[in-house]
């Protein structure tokens, strides 16, 4: 943990290294996000990615982007608002707010698509190349989400960076 603090409560183990047992796959992986995040806005990358691991709960994926975005210049009060964006919109440009809604849009599939009037106005402020590459990112969190929740990858420990090379 960042803070030992003996009044905290313990941390939880993973379940599982899968990145160790399923080598072929964390490459796979890697070079899915490398490809996804290509031509994107770094701020709008880690602003994706840290709402994507909020709505899936995934405290690893939030320690990491959240760290990555704050050691790229990311505001505090930008990160803090993400999770409340919609009475915070006043924090982020219009594409950001787009990039959000349908980051929200392709993580939650609980309506089995991805409405018309979100994709419409992501399309208003991507290009085609730009779109398809933020359906990379949000893509490539989600599944990166899955592996982390699952096998209960502990936050606390990253540090900002450590994987910039990926």
């Not at 990615?49 to 760290?67: E, G, Y």
């Not at 392709?106 to 590459?133: I, R």
Request: glycine letters at 4%.
């Amino acid at each position: 943990m960042t803070t030992a603090n003996p009044e905290y409560l313990p941390e939880h183990t993973p379940r599982l290294q899968w990145a160790k047992h399923a080598p072929d796959v964390y490459k796979a992986m890697v070079n899915l996000d490398i490809a996804a995040r290509k031509d994107l806005d770094p701020a709008l990358y880690e602003l994706v990615k840290i709402r994507a691991s909020q709505i899936n709960h995934c405290a690893f994926c939030i320690d990491m982007h959240t760290k990555d975005a704050l050691a790229a210049g990311e505001s505090v009060e930008r990160i803090v608002q993400l999770s409340a964006w919609e009475e915070s919109k006043h924090f982020y440009t219009a594409k950001e707010i787009a990039a959000i809604e349908l980051t929200e849009a392709v993580t939650v599939l609980t309506d089995g698509f991805v409405p018309d009037e979100v994709f419409e106005k992501a399309a208003k402020h991507f290009d085609e190349t730009e779109l398809s590459q933020l359906i990379a990112a949000i893509t490539a969190i989600n599944a990166w989400n899955r592996f982390a929740v699952s096998t209960r990858m502990v936050p606390g420990h990253y540090k900002p960076g450590k994987y910039k090379g990926l």
